[in-house]
């Protein structure tokens, strides 16, 4: 078992990383970059070489391509012996874009006939370059202040500011707490290794998509802390995510007695991530309350009332369209004065979250009923039923200790599939609800062109996917010993 494992691993890792490079070399070769500034406000106040120059500088930093501008070019020709060639020295200009037309740039001109060279990454380059800086690990030389060159350098155990436990602290890394713990999923939590995905653009211009899905959202929460300097306060500042800046204020210094003052914030309301988490966990917990009991007595009482009933009740559900649904249990939610959109009454109100996780809810409980019953029947004509009635076992027994196990292992495989993807929203049941979560991200990054949220979503999507295949695989070995799912049946 161990080496299926193992291998199993490896699969889904050449997979992920399959389908991620697909998807990167659709967006960066078939999709015009041009489509990135559609939604871009600062690009629509420019026009001529400013907005040329605007557009490569950013196309640069989503990784399209090399964009050397004429002083860099230059520069990085000539060294200290640059400023004729940047004044506009014809040979030396000459002479600077041959250099960088044999390392393989093209060499344009602006409207004003100013030149500069680019390099347009081929589509293996772009994988390349997006695993090579996809793992970021943390490391006491990562920062390189000029106003401090003999910065001391080291690893040291402290506290938790929030609740006194051990943390890992590091001096010359880009986070200070390294590692620490809480009260608060999962527990144990880290700043060593992070995945960059790049940054957010158009919208949340700047900030790292990862910091997008996670942050909090809503207003700032500010809470008590005492902060390094003894300072007691109200302050909204996380303290276990600082980073390094190289310029602190006067207020960074009446808090921190060093520069580790580039904080994030706590907000009123949850992370979109977990907004959609919220909602998928209730709804899925609500859905196997209802639809295991239900499917089980539909199969247990087979053509009578209760069956008929329920298969009327499926058969509703699975023909009605899921929109028409949702819109029409939204109508019936306002009757009972309940909020039509999230929004209305926000995340501390029960009452936004009754009628989405309801919803939700009741479009999972068909498929359930439907494939228990189908099971608990199918199970219920097999050789060991026939012979457990002939040994006098009640039907009630035969169905709850003998048939529910065996029909219950197909279900039990999709658990982890049903928990896990709650991360991923519900797209048309938040989007009628105006519901700030992970449903709509995704269609509304590829909306507005932004590249790296994409590959950020496909990334995780993708992984937790493959991820609970396997373990939904692995849990079924748990509920019934007999299943091996290894060729040979063991190691």
Request: charged share 20%.
């Amino acid at each position: 078992m161990r080496n299926y494992i193992l291998k199993r691993i490896l699969k889904s890792i050449v997979s992920i990383f399959a389908v991620v490079s697909i998807i990167i070399v659709m967006i960066y070769t078939m999709i015009p970059s041009e489509k990135v500034f559609d939604n871009d406000a600062g690009a629509k106040k420019m026009k001529g070489d400013q907005l040329t120059t605007y557009k490569l500088k950013k196309l640069e930093e989503l990784g399209y391509h090399d964009y050397v501008s004429k002083i860099d070019m230059c520069t990085a020709t000539f060294g200290d012996g640059a400023q004729s060639c940047i004044d506009g020295d014809e040979a030396m200009l000459k002479e600077a874009s041959d250099a960088f037309a044999a390392k393989g740039f093209e060499i344009l001109t602006l409207k004003s006939g100013e030149p500069y060279a680019l390099h347009t990454f081929k589509w293996y380059e772009l994988i390349a370059r997006f695993y090579k800086r996809l793992l970021v690990i943390d490391n006491k030389n990562a920062i390189q202040d000029s106003e401090d060159p003999n910065m001391e350098r080291k690893y040291y155990w402290g506290k938790n500011p929030e609740n006194g436990s051990p943390a890992l602290l590091c001096q010359g890394c880009t986070y200070k707490y390294q590692m620490w713990f809480d009260g608060s999923f999962p527990f144990i939590h880290q700043n060593k290794f992070k995945l960059d995905f790049g940054t957010s653009f158009p919208t949340n211009s700047g900030i790292p998509t990862m910091q997008v899905i996670t942050d909090g959202q809503g207003p700032t929460k500010k809470i008590n802390q005492t902060f390094e300097t003894g300072l007691n306060e109200e302050s909204a500042l996380i303290q276990t995510s600082c980073q390094y800046k190289v310029q602190v204020d006067h207020l960074d210094a009446k808090r921190f007695t060093d520069k580790y003052a580039n904080c994030r914030s706590y907000h009123e309301s949850p992370s979109m991530v977990n907004t959609s988490y919220i909602l998928g966990l209730i709804a899925l917990v609500i859905a196997y309350v209802m639809g295991l009991p239900l499917g089980m007595a539909m199969a247990a009482h087979k053509d009578k009332l209760l069956d008929k009933v329920g298969i009327a009740y499926i058969n509703l559900l699975i023909a009605v369209p899921s929109l028409a649904f949702i819109f029409f249990m939204r109508s019936i939610g306002t009757l009972f004065n309940l909020p039509d959109k999230f929004p209305q009454l926000g995340f501390n109100d029960i009452r936004s979250y009754i009628m989405p996780v309801l919803i939700l809810a009741l479009l999972q409980t068909p498929s359930l009923m439907m494939w228990l019953r189908r099971y608990m029947i199918d199970q219920s004509n097999a050789d060991y039923v026939k012979f457990a009635r002939a040994k006098g076992l009640s039907q009630n027994e035969i169905f709850r200790k003998h048939i529910l196990r065996n029909a219950i292992i197909p279900i039990v495989n999709g658990i982890p599939a049903s928990i896990i993807l709650c991360i991923s929203g519900a797209l048309i049941t938040e989007s009628a609800f105006a519901v700030p979560g992970m449903g709509k991200m995704l269609p509304d990054a590829i909306k507005q062109a932004n590249n790296n949220m994409v590959i950020t979503l496909v990334f995780i999507f993708t992984s937790l996917s493959i991820l609970s295949v396997l373990i939904g695989d692995l849990l079924m070995t748990v509920v019934d010993p007999r299943i091996s799912l290894t060729e040979k049946g063991g190691e």
